[in-house]
């Protein structure tokens, strides 16, 4: 059995003054605790139990939370009391999003043959060394830069937490007291997250989707006017649909849809007695189960709506404010009407959206 203790209880001092930068927007909006919440359901085939050392709530089934403590001995110390009795663990920084499944299983199959074990990269830039008010040459040679996930087996750990000794890591620790340390191959994508400029170079590697949807519904005088969620009140017209008629979230669904190329909305969410008289929320919340299980996340949300009749320029805050809960994503929306183009009077809604998405799983 495999164990993973995510440390994600760092103060984060260098990068946002000791504010706690796991619990910081830093991905477009999406904190590092958010990218894990789905980022660890790529790992579940490779632990069988995992710790989060975080004092900020999971909410995932199966995993569990520890607290952070006043240090990083205290704080993996912390996960690993609430970790079951497994074979092998891997501590990693929360703050390295980037390290793939690979370099996950490359520790853990080394573990067979070492008891600590932990990726490294070498050093390509030139280094100088300080000497009084000056500098020297010194040779990058020798030297790498060691990476978490760092591996280890159950018992070496818990004989690392149980003595006083305390590094830069647990890996540090066990060497001192014994015990061999192999390195393996690490990953140059694999960053750590320490000031504000690595999220740039941290967004640059994550591969990005677009997916384009619209869809349009006639006006009917016995239905509700229902758009982005939110029931229009003072609307004298609704639309004419199978659903609930909500023009908005059946573009962005049908967006989204597009990313996943799984079909699109008339495949999916067919005229069925299932769906007849059905909530697009709900349609939309299936919509984002199919997202979380593909590993990618909204980004950002642009709609469009062409619509003639009613005024709706009161409710497209409350409209856009609902989608953007739903979407757990920013959301434009921009209402503009036909001005006799389409006919005389446009006699129904058309809407487009776009979507720009990010593929989280490596």
Known sequence: MNGLILVAGGKGQRFSGGKGKAQLRVFRGWSLLDYWQVRLETLKDLFQDVVVVTDSPMGLENIKVALPGSSRKESVANGFEKLARVDKVLVHDAARPLATDTLFERVLAWLDLFPVVVPAIDVEDALRKKEGSSTVPFPREDLIRVQTPQGFRFEVLKAVLETADEDVDEASVAQRLGWKVH?????????????????????????????????????????????GGIR?????????????????????????????????LGTLYPNSQLWRD?????????????????????????????????????????????????????????VTRSEGIIGKDLNGMISLSFVNCVEVKR
């Open 183 to 227: 390195v393996v191959g690490g990953e140059r994508k694999n960053l750590k997250v320490t000031f504000p400029e690595d999220v740039f170079l941290q967004e640059l590697m994550f591969r990005r989707l677009e997916g384009i949807g619209w869809d349009f519904h006639r006006f009917s005088e016995n239905a509700p006017l229902i758009l």
């Open 232 to 264: 229009i009140e003072d609307a004298d017209v609704g639309l004419e649909s199978w659903t609930d008629g909500d023009v908005v979230i059946h573009a962005v669904a049908d967006a989204l849809l597009s990313t996943l190329e799984q079909g699109d």
């Open 278 to 334: 059905g909530s697009s929320t709900d349609i939309l919340a299936d919509v984002m189960e199919r997202m979380r299980k593909k590993f990618l996340l909204v980004e950002k949300v642009t709609v469009l709506l062409l619509a003639d009749k009613p005024t709706l320029k009161h409710w497209i805050n409350p409209i856009t404010g609902n989608l953007s809960s739903l979407l757990n994503a920013p959301v434009h929306l921009s």
